[in-house]
């Protein structure tokens, strides 16, 4: 059964950077697409972006709102991805979930449990 | 890039069915077959539970299902129990290569 762990979620001020890791197990992880999916506190989900695996082109996507600030990345032979997170702001607070990918058409069929990224001073 | 418009709630009581409707535009849940729901309940990460507009997860309640429209996809809730009482979620691929979700439906039994 695949399964996803997310950490590096914790407080940050405005203006600065994070990390996020997830690290994946019970699946083929050079095969798998992955994205990540936020969601602020009380408020719907939104997708941040994908990653293809290096088979696919490796190619990244990303939603309007955070694209040229957030980095998505992975390391196959850690079986983990990655989301870096720069010049946060407020609204980008939320709990942050990493997610498998299982079609070309973007179906996410699994969820890890979520990490909090709290954007305050 | 806007997300897709689905009711802010929607509520029946138990044994009966309801609809909750998610409406995008031809580039996104009219363009493709390529739309999902997820279940989410308080605390807890979202599960799919509807894939491809109209397939079903495996494991998931034969309650459910899913069908679309032109621009309006919908996922129907048959016979409803209050294990069903949650927020569900639509996304669709869309043509930019991004994914859209829409705002989310808090249903509620009675």
């Known amino acids: 059964e695949m399964q996803l762990v997310e950490s590096g979620g914790g407080l940050v001020e405005p203006g600065g950077s994070l990390r996020l890791s997830c690290v994946v197990s019970g699946i083929t992880f050079n095969y798998a697409w992955m994205s990540w999916v936020r969601q602020a506190p009380g408020k719907g989900l939104e997708w941040v972006g994908r990653i293809k695996s290096k088979a696919g082109g490796g190619t990244t996507d990303y939603a309007a709102v955070v694209k040229d600030r957030f980095t998505i990345s992975r390391d196959d032979s850690k079986n983990t991805v990655y989301l870096e997170m720069n010049s946060l702001k407020s609204e980008d607070t939320g709990v942050y979930y990493c997610?498998?990918?299982?079609?070309?058409?973007?179906?996410?069929?699994?969820w890890g449990q979520g990490t909090l990224v709290t954007v305050s001073s | 890039q806007s997300a897709l418009t689905q009711p802010a709630s929607v509520s029946g009581s138990p044994g009966q069915s309801i609809a909750i409707s998610c409406t995008g535009t031809s580039s996104d849940v009219g363009g493709y077959n390529y739309v999902s729901w997820y279940q989410q309940h308080p605390g807890k990460a979202p599960k799919l539970i509807i894939y491809d507009v109209t397939n079903r997860r495996s494991g998931v309640s034969d309650r459910f299902s899913g069908s679309k429209s032109g621009n309006t996809a919908s996922l129907t809730i048959s016979g409803l129990q209050a294990e069903d009482e949650a927020d569900y979620y639509c996304s669709s691929y869309s043509s930019s290569s991004i994914v859209l979700f829409g705002g989310g439906t808090k249903l509620t039994v009675l």
């Open positions: 997610t498998h990918v299982g079609s070309i058409w973007d179906r996410i069929d699994s």
